[in-house]
């Protein structure tokens, strides 16, 4: 019971840092953007070789995750 009345005391605190967070990741993103090649690598193998290429759009999707996440926990969607 503790632990409930602790987690709904920082919930908002928890919220407000996720929501914080993105910003900078986004800001990181948009610069790199404008820095890397058309294609870039998404994934390597056991010795290090990429074997996957990608556009350069994928270094969004961190942030959109993170994004998509703080929207999810956010108390009004929960209690829907």
Excluded at 24 to 32: D, I
Excluded at 50 to 57: E, I, L, T
Aim: net charge positive; no cysteine; proline share 6%.
């Amino acid at each position: 019971m503790k632990l409930l009345l602790f987690i709904d005391r920082i919930y908002s605190k928890i919220m407000i840092f996720f929501t914080l967070l993105t910003i900078p990741f986004f800001m990181v993103s948009v610069y790199l953007y404008m820095q890397l090649p058309n294609i870039i690598p998404v994934q390597w193998g056991i010795t290090l070789i990429p074997s996957n290429w990608g556009n350069k759009a994928n270094i969004f999707i961190f942030p959109i995750v993170l994004m998509i996440v703080t929207a999810l926990m956010l108390r009004k969607t929960i209690s829907s």
